[in-house]
């Protein structure tokens, strides 16, 4: 490791010259600069309690046989003997141990760390995305992306960063946006707890995609621009809820606005447009990834065409630098009345055979992809539950229209079944395969 502390010393003998200090005393501009030395002197000691973590697990590692720091001041581990030095947590220990692991892989990050040019917080959001990368991307990529980041980072906050580094990690590997929208829509979850003390505690976890659907409207209750219903003062109304009582009264009148609407409970809504943002020639090949209004974090675009069905396609082209190209036109969804159409066409719940899930819990799905150019009109729509629509999507059910009728087909490995019409007297045809 080589010398550091030289940015440290020119940052400690900034802020000192400033001390003692009273923050009440000081002017406008006084303060931004007062707090401006000290988060450069918090970057510089976090670059030195760095190294020294860095040296201590170094002599604690030593060849075999040899001898270890830490065992010396009497712990098993450098964690250990971090958490006993310093007074941090046990956590925070471990944490700062891992972070040496995943900055000697990535040499432009540690520099920048070591250097005081980027805190940890930033260091932490670049190695914990592109160490997700590592093993799909060339080594080269990952290099260019680290370096791009690291400059961000000198001016962004680690929040931002975070953003950054998730598209440029998911952009270098768009198969680990597809694993972890598979891992994130098996480990789903919403749950009502028992009431205690007039409340009833609500706990889940959500995929990307419906936590998007969510926020898009809940933020639509919760905007200040919204009607305010509550007293109002001489200067005009006065709304007292916090964020999280918005987002609260917005999902009970969501669900009692769904209450209401009888129309709702036999054929379903409407959902938001899908953007997808994507460049010129990935949206020739049908590839590329989608970013869901209000969401930070890519998702596939396998899960943005099942949202489309619905809600609508508004492409974002982009060159292969990344520079905004166009905002393509809206592709409107199916709306009600299609859906409405669809129900008296096919029955009232899912077309798969043998699937009960009512049409109000369906998915509108185009049965010769938008991607392929198909129209959003009723003889290319079809109703499928969720997990249908999945199905569908990679080909163990198959749909295809006869005559203005959905028929569809079952295929696994080598078996296949025969084209089955669907209809409110859904199972009485079959057709044989066609050559």
Not at 233 to 250: E, F, K, L, N
Request: proline share 5%; charged share 25%; hydrophobic share 40%.
């Amino acid at each position: 490791m080589t010398t550091i502390g030289a940015n440290a010393r020119t940052a400690l003998a900034g802020l000192a010259g400033l001390l003692p200090v009273d923050p009440c005393a000081l002017s406008d501009q006084q303060v931004v600069d007062f707090l401006g030395r000290v988060s450069e002197v918090k970057r510089q000691v976090e670059a030195l309690e760095l190294a020294g973590v860095a040296e201590l697990n170094r002599r604690s590692d030593p060849e075999p046989g040899g001898d270890s720091l830490a065992k010396r001041l009497g712990h098993k581990t450098t964690a250990h003997a971090v958490e006993a030095m310093t007074g941090a947590s046990g956590r925070s220990a471990r944490r700062l141990v891992a972070d040496l692991d995943d900055l000697a892989k990535l040499p432009a990050v540690e520099a920048a760390v070591l250097g005081g040019r980027i805190g940890r917080k930033s260091a932490q959001a670049i190695a914990g995305e592109l160490k997700k990368a590592a093993d799909g991307a060339s080594p080269v990529e990952v290099a260019a992306v680290e370096a791009e980041l690291v400059e961000l980072a000198v001016t962004a906050s680690a929040d931002r960063v975070r953003e950054e580094a998730q598209r440029r990690a998911a952009a270098l590997t768009p198969e680990i946006v597809e694993q972890r929208a598979a891992a994130a829509h098996e480990k789903r979850f919403f749950w009502i707890g028992k009431e205690e003390d007039g409340l009833a505690r609500v706990s889940g976890a959500l995929p990307v995609e419906y936590a998007a659907t969510l926020r898009t409207v809940l933020d639509g209750y919760a905007s200040p621009k919204r009607k305010v219903t509550f007293e109002a003062s001489a200067q005009g109304p006065v709304d007292p809820r916090t964020i999280g009582q918005r987002y609260a009264d917005g999902l009970r009148d969501v669900f009692a606005a769904h209450a209401r609407l009888a129309d709702t409970l036999e054929v379903g809504g409407d959902h938001p447009t899908v953007w997808v943002t994507t460049t010129e020639k990935e949206l020739a090949a049908g590839e590329g990834l989608a970013f869901l209004a209000g969401a930070a974090e890519p998702t596939s675009v396998r899960i943005a065409r099942k949202m489309v069905c619905s809600g609508g396609l508004q492409e974002v082209v982009l060159t292969e630098t990344g520079a905004f190209l166009r905002l393509g036109r809206t592709k409107r969804g199916f709306n009600r009345r299609q859906r409405r159409a669809m129900v008296a066409r096919d029955g009232g719940q899912c077309i798969i055979p043998g699937c009960t899930v009512p049409a109000y819990r369906c998915e509108a799905h185009h049965v010769l992809s938008w991607l392929d150019g198909g129209p959003t009109d009723i003889d290319n729509g079809v109703l499928l539950c969720p997990f249908h629509h999945d199905q569908v999507e990679h080909g163990t059910w198959q749909i295809r229209m006869t005559g203005g009728r959905p028929q569809v087909r079952h295929s696994y490995g080598s078996n296949t079944t025969q084209w089955q019409t669907i209809g409110p007297n859904r199972g009485a045809a079959s057709t044989p395969e066609t050559p």
